[in-house]
Protein backbone atom coordinates (compact mmCIF):
# COMPACT_ATOMS: atom_id res chain seq x y z
CA UNK A 1 0.00 0.00 0.00
CA UNK A 2 2.71 2.67 0.63
CA UNK A 3 4.44 1.70 -2.73
CA UNK A 4 1.38 2.64 -4.14
CA UNK A 5 1.04 5.63 -2.86
CA UNK A 6 4.44 6.80 -3.45
CA UNK A 7 3.70 5.47 -6.95
CA UNK A 8 1.19 7.58 -7.38
CA UNK A 9 2.51 11.42 -5.81
CA UNK A 10 5.49 10.72 -8.04
CA UNK A 11 2.60 10.60 -11.00
CA UNK A 12 1.21 13.12 -9.82
CA UNK A 13 4.25 15.57 -9.38
CA UNK A 14 4.97 14.59 -13.07
CA UNK A 15 1.31 15.62 -14.40
CA UNK A 16 1.71 19.65 -12.23
CA UNK A 17 4.94 19.95 -13.86
CA UNK A 18 4.27 18.67 -17.34
CA UNK A 19 0.79 20.10 -17.83
CA UNK A 20 2.04 23.92 -18.64
CA UNK A 21 4.76 23.04 -21.34
CA UNK A 22 3.45 20.10 -22.76
CA UNK A 23 -0.10 20.64 -23.11
CA UNK A 24 -1.01 22.08 -26.05
CA UNK A 25 1.15 20.08 -28.23
CA UNK A 26 -0.24 16.91 -26.80
CA UNK A 27 -3.68 18.16 -27.71
CA UNK A 28 -2.51 18.86 -31.26
CA UNK A 29 -1.36 15.07 -31.25
CA UNK A 30 -4.71 13.55 -30.04
CA UNK A 31 -7.06 15.91 -32.03
CA UNK A 32 -5.15 16.28 -35.06
CA UNK A 33 -4.53 12.21 -35.37
CA UNK A 34 -8.25 12.34 -36.51
CA UNK A 35 -7.99 14.66 -39.57
CA UNK A 36 -7.40 18.12 -40.10
CA UNK A 37 -7.76 20.73 -37.81
CA UNK A 38 -7.95 24.91 -36.87
CA UNK A 39 -4.76 24.91 -34.57
CA UNK A 40 -3.35 27.68 -32.28
CA UNK A 41 -0.32 26.38 -30.13
CA UNK A 42 2.47 27.43 -28.28
CA UNK A 43 4.64 25.92 -25.51
CA UNK A 44 5.07 28.64 -23.16
CA UNK A 45 8.14 29.55 -21.15
CA UNK A 46 10.19 26.91 -23.14
CA UNK A 47 11.79 26.89 -26.36
CA UNK A 48 11.09 23.64 -28.96
CA UNK A 49 13.22 21.94 -31.66
CA UNK A 50 11.93 21.06 -35.36
CA UNK A 51 13.61 19.20 -37.78
CA UNK A 52 11.99 18.40 -41.55
CA UNK A 53 13.04 16.92 -44.81
CA UNK A 54 11.69 19.74 -46.50
CA UNK A 55 9.41 22.15 -46.64
CA UNK A 56 8.11 23.54 -49.48
CA UNK A 57 6.02 27.19 -49.31
CA UNK A 58 3.87 29.58 -50.90
CA UNK A 59 3.08 32.42 -50.07
CA UNK A 60 5.67 33.35 -47.76
CA UNK A 61 6.83 36.45 -46.00
CA UNK A 62 9.16 36.75 -42.65
CA UNK A 63 9.33 39.69 -40.23
CA UNK A 64 10.66 40.40 -36.71
CA UNK A 65 8.57 40.23 -33.88
CA UNK A 66 8.66 40.08 -30.14
CA UNK A 67 6.91 36.75 -28.30
CA UNK A 68 5.75 37.71 -24.62
CA UNK A 69 4.88 34.70 -22.15
CA UNK A 70 5.67 33.29 -18.99
CA UNK A 71 8.81 31.18 -17.68
CA UNK A 72 8.20 27.73 -15.73
CA UNK A 73 8.86 30.02 -12.71
CA UNK A 74 5.52 32.14 -13.64
CA UNK A 75 7.81 35.23 -14.51
CA UNK A 76 7.35 36.95 -17.67
CA UNK A 77 9.68 36.61 -20.26
CA UNK A 78 9.59 38.21 -23.77
CA UNK A 79 11.73 36.23 -26.80
CA UNK A 80 13.12 38.27 -29.86
CA UNK A 81 12.14 35.83 -33.01
CA UNK A 82 11.79 35.68 -36.75
CA UNK A 83 8.39 34.94 -37.75
CA UNK A 84 8.47 32.75 -41.21
CA UNK A 85 4.70 32.67 -42.35
CA UNK A 86 3.42 30.86 -45.34
CA UNK A 87 -0.33 30.75 -47.05
CA UNK A 88 0.41 26.85 -47.45
CA UNK A 89 2.93 24.57 -47.05
CA UNK A 90 3.84 20.88 -47.09
CA UNK A 91 6.69 19.65 -45.28
CA UNK A 92 8.20 16.01 -45.22
CA UNK A 93 9.44 14.05 -42.25
CA UNK A 94 8.59 17.03 -39.31
CA UNK A 95 10.39 16.41 -36.01
CA UNK A 96 9.17 18.31 -33.24
CA UNK A 97 10.43 17.79 -29.09
CA UNK A 98 10.41 19.95 -26.05
CA UNK A 99 11.90 18.88 -22.91
CA UNK A 100 10.41 19.53 -19.49
CA UNK A 101 13.69 20.04 -17.08
CA UNK A 102 13.92 19.12 -13.51
CA UNK A 103 11.21 17.64 -12.82
CA UNK A 104 11.34 16.29 -8.87
CA UNK A 105 12.52 12.61 -9.02
CA UNK A 106 12.16 11.59 -12.58
CA UNK A 107 14.50 14.41 -13.94
CA UNK A 108 14.24 15.66 -17.66
CA UNK A 109 11.46 14.33 -19.86
CA UNK A 110 11.12 14.55 -23.53
CA UNK A 111 7.64 14.75 -25.46
CA UNK A 112 8.99 13.83 -29.88
CA UNK A 113 6.33 14.42 -32.19
CA UNK A 114 6.88 12.81 -35.70
CA UNK A 115 4.65 12.93 -38.43
CA UNK A 116 4.42 13.47 -42.43
CA UNK A 117 7.34 10.50 -43.07
CA UNK A 118 4.99 7.17 -44.74
CA UNK A 119 4.79 9.47 -47.98
CA UNK A 120 2.50 11.92 -47.56
CA UNK A 121 3.21 15.23 -46.32
CA UNK A 122 2.01 17.02 -43.07
CA UNK A 123 -0.02 20.12 -44.86
CA UNK A 124 -0.52 23.70 -43.42
CA UNK A 125 -2.39 26.83 -44.56
CA UNK A 126 -1.98 29.66 -42.95
CA UNK A 127 1.15 28.95 -41.02
CA UNK A 128 3.24 31.09 -38.20
CA UNK A 129 6.67 29.39 -37.20
CA UNK A 130 8.43 31.92 -34.66
CA UNK A 131 11.88 30.99 -35.41
CA UNK A 132 14.89 31.91 -33.09
CA UNK A 133 17.82 29.87 -34.70
CA UNK A 134 17.07 28.25 -37.99
CA UNK A 135 19.76 25.99 -40.56
CA UNK A 136 18.36 24.88 -43.87
CA UNK A 137 19.29 25.27 -47.46
CA UNK A 138 16.60 27.75 -49.07
CA UNK A 139 15.73 28.45 -52.55
CA UNK A 140 13.49 31.88 -53.05
CA UNK A 141 11.10 32.04 -55.61
CA UNK A 142 10.09 35.84 -57.15
CA UNK A 143 11.67 36.82 -53.68
CA UNK A 144 10.95 40.91 -52.61
CA UNK A 145 13.80 41.84 -50.03
CA UNK A 146 13.09 45.10 -47.56
CA UNK A 147 9.39 45.60 -47.54
CA UNK A 148 7.96 47.22 -44.60
CA UNK A 149 6.23 44.06 -42.67
CA UNK A 150 2.94 45.85 -43.21
CA UNK A 151 2.85 46.25 -46.85
CA UNK A 152 2.74 42.29 -48.00
CA UNK A 153 0.98 41.12 -50.24
CA UNK A 154 2.74 37.67 -51.48
CA UNK A 155 2.46 36.11 -48.42
CA UNK A 156 0.33 36.34 -44.53
CA UNK A 157 0.06 39.70 -43.38
CA UNK A 158 1.65 40.62 -40.02
CA UNK A 159 -0.03 39.00 -37.24
CA UNK A 160 0.74 41.15 -33.67
CA UNK A 161 -2.26 40.42 -31.17
CA UNK A 162 -2.99 39.69 -27.65
CA UNK A 163 -4.64 36.40 -28.29
CA UNK A 164 -1.00 35.39 -29.48
CA UNK A 165 1.00 36.83 -27.26
CA UNK A 166 2.92 38.67 -30.31
CA UNK A 167 4.38 42.35 -30.83
CA UNK A 168 5.58 43.31 -34.29
CA UNK A 169 5.96 46.82 -36.28
CA UNK A 170 4.19 47.01 -39.62
CA UNK A 171 7.02 49.78 -40.82
CA UNK A 172 9.59 47.15 -39.63
CA UNK A 173 12.19 45.17 -42.01
CA UNK A 174 11.03 42.13 -43.73
CA UNK A 175 11.10 40.35 -46.96
CA UNK A 176 8.39 38.17 -49.01
CA UNK A 177 8.49 35.69 -52.04
CA UNK A 178 6.16 33.85 -53.91
CA UNK A 179 6.72 30.59 -53.25
CA UNK A 180 10.29 29.27 -50.72
CA UNK A 181 11.87 25.55 -50.83
CA UNK A 182 13.89 24.64 -47.39
CA UNK A 183 15.31 21.17 -47.30
CA UNK A 184 17.66 19.70 -44.33
CA UNK A 185 15.77 22.15 -41.92
CA UNK A 186 16.78 22.69 -38.47
CA UNK A 187 15.36 25.02 -36.20
CA UNK A 188 14.62 26.49 -32.72
CA UNK A 189 11.50 28.15 -32.55
CA UNK A 190 9.20 29.57 -29.66
CA UNK A 191 5.91 28.93 -31.40
CA UNK A 192 4.10 27.79 -34.14
CA UNK A 193 0.24 28.83 -35.61
CA UNK A 194 -1.65 27.63 -38.22
CA UNK A 195 -5.34 28.17 -39.64
CA UNK A 196 -5.56 24.53 -40.51
CA UNK A 197 -2.36 21.93 -39.94
CA UNK A 198 -3.12 18.22 -41.14
CA UNK A 199 -0.55 15.56 -39.84
CA UNK A 200 -0.23 11.91 -41.85
CA UNK A 201 1.48 9.54 -39.61
CA UNK A 202 1.25 11.11 -36.42
CA UNK A 203 3.36 9.49 -33.56
CA UNK A 204 3.94 10.91 -30.42
CA UNK A 205 6.08 9.69 -27.60
CA UNK A 206 7.47 10.81 -24.30
CA UNK A 207 10.65 9.39 -22.71
CA UNK A 208 13.06 10.16 -19.85
CA UNK A 209 15.50 12.23 -20.62
CA UNK A 210 16.59 14.24 -23.64
CA UNK A 211 17.86 11.55 -26.17
CA UNK A 212 14.61 11.80 -28.10
CA UNK A 213 15.27 15.20 -28.84
CA UNK A 214 14.82 15.88 -32.75
CA UNK A 215 18.29 16.91 -32.26
Known amino acids: ?????????????????????VAATACIGVALAQGALAASFSVSGQSFKVTADQLNGKGFSQYGAIDTGYTLSGDQAMHPVAVSAFNSA???????????????????????????????PVKAENL????????????FHGIDIGVAAGSFNKGPKVKSDEITGKKANPYGFGQQADSVELSKVKQTAWATTAGTFELSGL?????????????
Open 90 to 120: EITKMCQSVVTPNIPIIGSVTLRLEAGGGGT
Open 128 to 139: YIDVEDLEANAV
Open 1 to 21: MESQVRGGTRWKRFAVVMVPS
Open 203 to 215: SMKLSKGTGAECY
